[in-house]
């Protein structure tokens, strides 16, 4: 029986392989090299407890996406207005994104990400996991702590999975926003046996 803590590397690395994934789709769409990596990934066993996550003096981007199948969940992708403004700036260097679309250009990252973390839980997990159409919030950073902790669902343990990604364009770093992933508890139970390394 492998024990909890390598059940929690073996959802880290599953997630830093969908993140992996998700740098080459996003490289393709805007045309310039774009790597996505994690420089930091905690799990927390309790579903209230967003202390680690940053807040912001201004207002920042949610992008929440609701899992649904074999397990529940949320992903949540926080960008800072700051964050989101370097993304535009530097998709723009290869692509023309009018103003108007930007928000659609932050669901679509978040749709990628998602997807490509998602798909990587699902192949090796062998579940049937999905996500929904992703829905975009602008929250007062002040507020984010708040915000995260609502909808709590009384009938279900989750933990929360907080990763810190670094996108880099081209050869520089740019941008580091928070991926947050609430997950239903049971993922733990589902994980198989021999895919956890010893």
Sequence with gaps: MKTQKQRETFIVHMLNKGFENAAQ??????????????????????????????????EVYVMITQLMGDFSGKSYLIISREEADEIFRSVSVKKKFEEHLHDALLLEIDNILSASVISSISDTMRSVVYGDVPRLK??????????????????????IIYSMATFKFDTREKIHPQFIWKISSRIFDLIPEEAVAA
């Design 138 to 159: 602008k929250v007062h950073g002040e507020e984010l702590h708040d915000f995260l902790k609502e909808n709590q669902d009384p009938h279900e343990t989750f933990s």
């Design 25 to 58: 789709s996003f490289s393709k769409i805007v045309n310039r090299n774009i790597k996505i990596s994690t420089s930091q990934s905690l799990v927390i066993r309790h579903d209230s407890d967003f202390s680690y996550v940053s807040e912001d003096s201004d």
